[in-house]
């Protein structure tokens, strides 16, 4: 049989949240390969191997699954969320960069909810006008890039959903980037922490920039700083579609 490579997304959590077209690719694969929590997301069956591995071996496991593909087997990597958003779709891509021999392979990329539009609907619609996504570690770029990112999208009245505010090994950046974002002029725009997003200890709670902490944030926290103009309307958070 050929082999597949599809890399799929898992969505925030719930398995209400998974598309039906990446249930029916995990119903038909041999081999998932992935980050361990997530992995662990795919019910064990006859037939199955899962490979779970550590977060920090993504072109690792980028290459083992082109090799697995390559041998005939039906292989899925899974992220969280949307595999295209800071996970593992750039990662198979670098790989196949690296080892043009696989580029004959039928690769799939399944898209998945992503926790910024998990977070949204939540909230209301913060997301309703113009928005960016920045990922806060600096893991695989300089803290200047970041820094000057955020004052960039700050400039330009964007709302801005950070992925991977705050995390044991990175403890100070987050609260560099509120601090970034405060001395833009921000202190009284709306900023959203949500936390574990479509999970049973799922938390939402909405600050101004001013009162935001860096503690409000940890690595399961999706955080959408708003626009000039966000608002709140009852218990909702939402961007207006119109700027004057
Ligand atoms: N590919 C993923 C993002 C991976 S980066 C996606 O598309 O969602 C991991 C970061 O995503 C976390 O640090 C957190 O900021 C965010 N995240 C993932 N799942 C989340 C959830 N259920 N609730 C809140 N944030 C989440």
């Known amino acids: 049989m050929t082999g597949t490579l599809t890399i799929a997304g898992l969505g925030p959590g719930n398995d209400a949240m998974v598309t039906p077209e990446v249930t029916a690719a995990l119903a038909s694969a041999t081999d998932i390969l992935g980050y361990a929590p997530y992995v662990a997301r795919v019910p064990p069956r006859a037939g199955l191997k899962l490979h779970p591995s550590d977060n920090r071996e993504e072109l690792q496991r980028a290459s083992e699954a082109l090799r697995l593909a390559s041998e005939g087997g039906q292989v899925v990597v899974v992220s969280s969320g949307d595999p295209g958003v800071f996970a593992m ?142 608002r709140r309307v009852g218990r909702w958070v939402y961007a207006p579609r119109r700027v004057e």
């Open 89 to 230: 779709a750039s990662a198979v891509f670098e790989a196949l960069e690296q080892a043009p021999q696989y580029q004959a392979l039928p690769i799939r990329v399944l898209p998945g909810i992503t926790a910024m539009l998990a977070a949204a609907a939540r909230a209301g619609a913060p997301l309703g006008h113009d928005f960016c996504a920045i990922n806060l570690s600096d893991n695989l770029k300089p803290w200047s890039v970041i820094e000057k990112r955020l004052r960039l999208a700050a400039d330009g009245d964007f709302s801005i959903a950070m992925y991977n505010p705050r995390s044991a090994s990175r403890p100070e950046g987050f609260g560099r980037a509120l601090g970034a974002l405060r001395d833009a002029g921000c202190g009284e725009r709306l900023v959203i922490f949500a936390r574990a997003v479509s999970a049973a200890d799922e938390k939402i709670v909405t600050v101004t920039l001013n009162e935001a902490t860096p503690e409000m944030a940890d690595m399961r926290t999706l955080v959408i700083v708003g626009n000039s103009q966000t």
